[in-house]
Every structure is written in C-alpha cells, then in structure tokens.
C-alpha cells in the first residue's frame, strides 16, 4: 500500500515534468509560428492546449485522490498542494501560449512583428522558453539553485519588456497602432509566462526547504 | 474538537469573503485613481496589496494546518482544496489592481485614458466590480445560480473588450501610441479579474454540485 503510495506520489511528479515539457514546446512552436507568420502551426499549438488542459485533469484527479485516500501529512502534503499550485500555473502557461500563437494567426498572413521589434520579441521568446526549461529540471531535480537562477533570468525578462516599451514609444517607431498593441499584448504574455516559471521554482525551493524565498520584486 | 474544526472551516470562507471585498475595493479604487488621475489614490492601492497578500498568507496557512491536522475527506477536502484555488485567483486579482493603479501613477498628472476611450473603460471597469461582488456573494452563500450568472457577464467583457480595440485602431483614434499600449493592457487587467471572477464561480459550483461547469469560452 505504502508502496503503491509513493509511486503514485513519483508519478505525480513525472507527469509535471512531462506536462512542463509539453508547455515549453508550445510556448516554442507559438514563437515560430509568431516570427514566421504561419498559421497552420498557430493552429496547431491552438488545438494543442486540449492535451495540455487533459494533463491538468488527469494531475488534479490523481493528487485529489492522493489527498482524499491517504490523507498525506508533512512534505507529502506540502508536495501535493505544490502540485496543485504548479499545475494551475502550467495551465496559465499553455494559454498563454494560445495566445500568442491568436496573435500570429489574427494578422496572417501579414507578419505581427515589424521587423524594428522583432530581435526584441525573439529574445523574450526565448528568455521565456529557457525559464520553461528551467522550471522542468527543478521540478524533476529539486535542484534549489536553478529554482534561485530562475529569479535573475526573471530581472532580465523585465529589462527587455522595457525596452521594448522605449521602442515602441520612441521615434524609430513607424508602424502604427496595430503591432504596437499587438506587442505590447506578447510582451505580457511573455512576461507572464516567465513569472509562472519563476512561481514554480519558488514552490520547490520551499518543498525543499521548507522556506519562502524573498520575493524579489 | 469537530466543533473546532468547523469552525476553522466557516473561518476560512469567511475570511475569503473578506478577501473578495478587499480585492472589490482595490478595483474600484484603481480605477477612480485612472480616471480622475489620482496618484494619491493609485499609490494607497500599490501599498494596500500587501494586506491583501497577508490575507492570502493566513487563508494558506490556516487551510494548510486544517489538511495536515484533521485530515478531512470528501465534500470538506474539496472545500478547502477550492479555497486555496480561491485565495490563488484574489491574490492574482489584487496584483492586476495594483498594474491598473500603476498606470494611473506611470502618466500622473496626465490622465491615461483620452476622452474617447472613457466610456468603454468606466464601463469595463463597472462590469469587472459588479464580478467581483458576485464572487463575494457567491462564496458566501454558494448561491450556484449567481455563479452561473458570472460566465453571462464575462461575454459582456469581452465585447467590451472588442470595442476597446475596435476604437484603437478605428480613424477617430488621434491619441497616438503611448495611450494605445496603456489601454490595451488595461483592458487586459480588466478581463483577467473578470476571469478569475469566473473561476472563483465555477470552484463554487463544483463544490455545490459536484460538477464542473461547462466551459463557455
């Protein structure tokens, strides 16, 4: 019984990683289809966020039962409330991931970026993807010191928000209000999605540790 | 010793029900600070989060001690499982009033919102409080037919939503950029506390009926 226990706890586990895995390459593929104006992989990562919403069930139903049926006590506890939390932001993530790829579709098969914003937006892609990445090794590896680098990874996300604001508003800006609310839109989903990643890394850093970080901001 | 525990169960929905008002009360004051251009009013929203973070941290704790101490099943398990859902969606909807006073703050002592946008946002602003309200009633009373009434008001947001962008990008727009971003991003932070208003309902109505509502959107 015990046994059957903890194993069913590990897959809990194992399927976070899977279902962060899974978030990550949306969020890639919604870039893609974002930077290359193409709308059947906008479509594909549309129609994906199905699976994504599937393994919130399956996750939710499994702790639930975990909850309900073995009435876990300390760290098996604090783990299955850390996997409710972390897969409600999963979630989060994969609509946000909808999103962007909403925003490619909406202006096919015009690009949405002009070309002035585009190493920008790239780069907060990929700022994002690698905090994704990030956030699934910590979550299989309870490695606390990633889950720490993923707050710098954050300061760095910001900065490049910023700057994109400074674009938009300053006088190189040619491009009308269109793709300037189009991006102003992405930099928040991006952001967004970076601050589920880091919301994760702080999850595990207090089941490990059994402490809050410092918010940081 | 069960007298005690229900009532640190009544306690915890109560305290939500305080929160849902707090979180009410901030939307409303973020919104007066935007349009009256009052940076005394959108700085007491900012410092005012961090109460509204306490009461998140003692909803948490006291749910968490109540699953570790008393290990309650079925129809208690799940409440306090939807309460901690609960306490994460306010928290968020306080975080999204405190972006909205930000902007007032950011074009102080300009108003943000040109005149010909004024109507749309009071009104996505009015439809945004009137949801949150009725989260507040509806965690009260688990009233199931309140909650339903949410997900009618969210496509009343949406429209709302649709028009902001509709007048953005339509030829009557003379604002320019800057006013453009700010209000695409504000209309964001309106329908994601109209969002979480959604949720909030529909945890209630699975609480109540043991079933999840049907996704509209």
Redesign the interface.
């Known amino acids: 019984m015990r046994e059957a226990y903890h194993d069913q706890l590990e897959t809990i586990l194992e399927d976070l990683v899977t279902m962060t895995r899974a978030v990550r390459q949306a969020t890639q593929l919604a870039t893609d289809a974002l930077m290359s104006a193409d709308a059947a992989e906008a479509e594909r990562v549309i129609a994906g966020d199905a699976a994504v919403d599937t393994m919130r069930e399956q996750i939710e139903e499994s702790s ?1 039962e975990l ?2 049926r073995q ?1 876990p ?2 760290g098996d ?2 783990m299955l ?1 850390a996997a ?2 972390m897969v ?1 932001d999963l979630e989060r993530m994969g609509d946000l991931a909808v999103h962007i790829a909403k925003v490619a579709r909406l202006r096919y098969p015009d690009p949405a970026i002009p070309p002035v914003m585009e190493g920008t937006i790239r780069q907060m892609a990929e700022v994002a993807e690698v905090m994704v990445s990030t956030a699934a090794h910590v979550v299989e590896t309870r490695d606390v010191d990633a889950a720490m680098r993923l707050e710098a990874r954050d300061e760095e996300m910001d900065q490049l928000r910023r700057q994109s ?1 400074r674009t ?2 300053g006088d190189e ?1 040619k491009d009308g ?2 793709p ?2 189009d991006i ?2 992405l930099g ?1 989903y991006y952001e967004r999605i970076a601050d589920h990643a880091v919301s994760m890394g702080r999850r595990v850093v207090y089941l490990v540790t059994g402490e809050h970080p410092a918010p940081t901001a």
């Open positions: 639930f909850l309900a009435q006590v300390a506890l604090r409330v409710l939390r409600a604001f938009l508003l800006w209000i269109e300037a609310v102003a839109l928040r």
